[in-house]
């Protein structure tokens, strides 16, 4: 129930096309689902989130489209660039009652390649 | 922009030997994380800490493991007695209060002989 899936394992894309990475949960209490991006040798940084009150949000070429009742969740990366060449991951968390921040819950990462 | 930082970026111990990695957070964040990468798999949560306590920790985080804040600034993982299977990427992260966003660290390297 904790599990978040994410595919493909990898990807190769040519430069200028569109990357898109597919994830799905099983837990309808998760309500902050974040994408990472991580190069070799560094920590995830995060890239966009969306909370579920959204179908769609957009930052720049990155779009995360949501589909609740589907319980799924995509990253779009439009115009893929050499340098967007990393491993993207899916998270997700939901708000703890007491206590500490929310932990998240890993997919497990789609390497991306773009080529040119 | 701020950065969590780790220490040392590569560790290498014997198995049964004590290792602590270091971080230090983000100043102003009061959630602390340590999570951990096994080569090729997913990025794996194994502890938050807030209000000088752990708030929730995983399976993986078991009695060998115990976390610290010593100081102002400070977050340490301590091992006690390494195993193989502990070989991994452990990252730090922190965030802000009423603040999804959480900030990774660079990780340090751990290699358990």
């Given amino acids: 129930q904790q599990q978040v899936k994410q595919s493909p394992q990898s990807l190769i894309v040519q430069k200028g096309g569109i990357s898109i990475i597919n994830c799905a949960y099983e837990n309808t209490a998760f309500d902050y689902f974040p994408w990472y991006q991580q190069f070799p040798g560094k920590g995830p940084a995060l890239l966009i989130a969306i909370r579920p009150d959204v179908s769609e949000k957009k930052e720049g070429r990155f779009t995360i489209s949501f589909n609740k009742s589907a319980k799924q969740f995509s990253l779009h990366i439009m115009d893929s660039q050499p340098g967007d060449s990393a491993t993207y991951f899916c998270a997700a968390s939901m708000k703890r009652l007491t206590g500490g921040g929310n932990k998240l819950t890993f997919g497990t990462g789609t390497q991306l390649k773009v080529e040119l | ?113």
Wanted: aromatic residues 14%; charged residues 20%; proline residues 4%.
């Fill in chain 2, 1 to 113: 922009e701020p950065e969590v930082t780790q220490t040392p970026s590569h560790q290498v111990t014997q198995m049964g030997q004590e290792v602590i990695l270091r971080c230090v957070p983000i100043s102003n964040h009061l959630y602390f994380y340590w999570y951990r990468q096994i080569l090729g798999q997913k990025v794996e949560f194994l502890v938050s800490f807030y209000n000088n306590e752990i708030s929730e920790k995983s399976e993986i985080f078991d009695d060998q493991f115990s976390v610290e804040r010593p100081d102002g600034s400070n977050f340490t993982l301590k091992i006690r007695s390494t195993k193989l299977e502990d070989s991994a990427m452990y990252f730090c992260a922190s965030k802000q209060l009423n603040n999804e966003k959480l900030f990774f660290g660079s990780g340090t390297q751990l290699s358990v002989l």
